[in-house]
């Protein structure tokens, strides 16, 4: 399970804020004083507008041609839900052993663990990329005692996704719901291999905490569009399902908060990847065994007011771009260090998120419009996003 406060993190956090704060105060002395050509005034932006995230977006949900399981009706009864949903979920929730060979062993040594969720019959199983990144051996245990080696279809560090694959016939499977369709307040139940305890899957209940959450994970990355839980998570959850009364994949469990810097230890919050946000990943991973997506090619940070009084700033919200890649399609469309994001085709942006977000709905080779504000000015510049480059 991803450790969202370890000592590092708050160290990286507290210099990455420093250069940030650096870039704010002194990037614009550096900027053009004239507009470039490539540039259009651009009109002013409202004042605000609503954000429609994963979860709550009025999109369809993308679709996975996996195997179409049968969803339970909920009774009405929360105790017989909750019953329905154990049996009928729990499965399909496999332990992931992570074993590497050790020299001074003849036996492969077990190192880690996670869990899993089996969404068809040839043996796709959903998780997370920090269960699985660096094992040399996988093995799969199901609930019924069945153990399998497992192969790696494909992982996604940027968003903490993978799939593995068993070769076994009469397996469990479960659905993908829409997240969509979510609501906070909303019943939830997360499965997965607490502790790594002998006996089968760890049955937890809660609800919906809230909606499109943004945290960052030690290796750097920053995961969009979470659920946030209060259904109990523990090490060994990571990759397991959060379902819904109708027994559907709604998440996949995926980080807690550790202890802050002040030594707090956090109660009642988990955060899952929503499956709207992995469907694509998914499909990508299934096809291809890896992701593509659409560039920019800029570094950025949320404009935090703090940082908008400090550096002088008239903007309350937006992007602040860090650096910008050579060759990128951002450096073709003229970006700079200092520029702040505040809106992508006309939509306004005001942190990091939507700015992703507003990335990812398009595909590679599509033209974006991004304006920004440069030195007091608002500008408008056209880009066409690339392909990402592999990590």
Known sequence: MVNLFSEKRLERIFILGLVVLLVALTGCEALDS???ADYQSAPPLPTSEPFVGVANSNQPAPTVPLANTQSLAPTGNLETDIHNVASKVRPAVVFIGIEQNVRSFSQPVPVGNGSGAIIDQQGHILTNNHVIEGARLLKVTLPDGRTFPAQVVGRDPATDLAVIRIQASNLPTLSLGDSNNLRIGDWVVAIGNALGLEGGPTVTTGVISALNRTISEENGASLYGLIQTD???????????????SGEIIGINTAVPGPTGQGYQPYGIGFAISINEAKPIIQQLMTQGRVTRPYLGVGTLTLTPAIASQAGIDMQRGVVITDVAAGSPAARARLQQGDIII????????????LRQAIQAHKIGDTIQVT????????????????????
Do not use: C, F, M
């Open 231 to 245: 259904a109990a998570i523990n090490p060994g959850n990571s990759g397991g399902p959060l379902v819904n009364l």
């Open 343 to 354: 809106a992508v085709d006309g939509k306004v942006i005001a942190n990091d998120a939507e």
């Open 372 to 391: 920004i504000l440069r030195e007091g000015r608002q500008l408008t510049a056209t880009a066409q996003l690339a392909q990402a480059p592999t990590p």
């Open 34 to 36: 004239a507009a470039s």
